[in-house]
């Protein structure tokens, strides 16, 4: 009697009267659910994680492209001329990003099916050269941008001197123009020279017919040769005066600007490099002779032709393509040890082509 006075007592004092039963079955719904006092939790809190991270990540992006947009939309209004520059630069680095991405991929299909670059497809030898191209460049902004606080000085040097420092992805549609006018007349200047030395090894040439042709050739200036006029000088142009290994160094050295490489090196560096680059295309022209020529785009039809010694800029598509078969015809007639004809070819073929005299 006692203990029950001392159980209703207190529950006086808590305000509720708490029977035995209803105490039972609050702990037994605590020992079942785990829950506090109270009823179940609405399903409504229950959310998957997974489904709030995505909803998250969704929230943010549409946020930072409206940002991004209104950013957009406030250079465009306030500061035409750097937001033109601001959009070269963007697309320039998303272009790169992509090319070094393909790169590696083509690299690493080369490590894991043991493929030399010789054996590549057209398109994918054309991207290797011309990344490795362009890295190169980039790889002096990159030495002079160590220093501490030299960025600044080198983001007005890119200003300054886009041409020199930057790659073809940073220029606008109207630099590329001028700059490939600018470098072609800069390999036509070595045009005259190269053809001065050929008319002074001709006496040096033993071989009768082939000094007539050889003269022949170099005196029929204002007109474009003809195929078999070219592959008719193949065996001077393995053995001395014209060898690639008998070249003279001055002479090395105009077929270096006549290849746009720099002819401040060594002789035998420079020597080097053009047999380098020489294979590097005769290589390409096998590949693309395999693909053929029908099969590429207007941009990569004057993209080959400018590479070997055409401005084509200026030049139709249908005379590009004429001209490119004419080069493959003779490229793929060569072997390895007559490759100092194809160099020459750069200047025999495009000096007098239709359209060129600039």
């Not at 029977?19 to 998957?48: D, E």
């Not at 500061?79 to 992509?98: D, E, H, S």
């Not at 070249?247 to 380098?276: C, D, E």
Request: charged fraction near 20%; hydrophobic fraction near 40%; glycine fraction near 6%.
């Amino acid at each position: 009697m006692a203990l029950s006075r001392v159980c209703w007592a207190r529950a006086a004092v808590w305000g509720s009267a708490v029977t035995p039963g209803h105490f039972v079955t609050r702990r037994l719904q605590l020992g079942r659910s785990g829950l506090a006092w109270g009823g179940p939790r609405s399903s409504k809190l229950h959310l998957s994680p997974k489904a709030d991270v995505k909803n998250l990540i969704s929230y943010v992006v549409t946020k930072t492209k409206a940002i991004n947009g209104k950013y957009h939309r406030f250079l465009g209004r306030h500061f035409p001329r750097f937001y033109v520059l601001y959009t070269i630069f963007t697309k320039g680095f998303r272009m790169l990003w992509a090319d070094a991405k393909k790169a590696r991929r083509i690299k690493t299909n080369m490590w894991n099916h043991n493929i030399e670059f010789h054996q590549l497809p057209y398109r994918e030898m054309e991207h290797l050269r011309q990344f490795r191209q362009d890295v190169t460049k980039c790889l002096f902004l990159g030495i002079i941008s160590i220093p501490p606080f030299a960025n600044y000085l080198v983001f007005l040097l890119m200003y300054l001197f886009p041409r020199q420092l930057l790659i073809r992805h940073f220029w606008t549609p109207k630099q590329q123009t001028d700059f490939l006018d600018i470098y072609h007349a800069f390999r036509k200047q070595s045009h005259p020279e190269i053809i001065s030395y050929l008319e002074k090894v001709i006496p040096l040439i033993s071989d009768t017919g082939l000094r007539w042709h050889l003269t022949d050739l170099c005196t029929k200036r204002g007109s474009h040769p003809a195929i078999r006029d070219i592959l008719a000088l193949r065996e001077c142009f393995s053995n001395h005066p014209l060898g690639m290994n008998q070249l003279q160094a001055f002479h090395v050295k105009a077929l270096s600007r006549a290849m746009l490489l720099t002819p401040y090196l060594p002789p035998p560096l420079l020597r080097h490099r053009l047999k380098t680059h020489t294979t590097v295309i005769h290589q390409l022209d096998q590949a693309l002779a395999k693909l053929g020529i029908g099969q590429l785009t207007a941009e990569e039809v004057k993209s080959a032709c400018y590479l070997r010694g055409l401005n084509s800029t200026h030049i139709g598509e249908d005379r590009c393509r004429t001209w490119l078969g004419e080069w493959l015809q003779i490229s793929c007639s060569l072997k390895e040890a007559e490759l100092s004809l194809l160099l020459h070819n750069v200047v025999l073929l495009s000096t007098n082509y239709l359209g060129t005299r600039r």
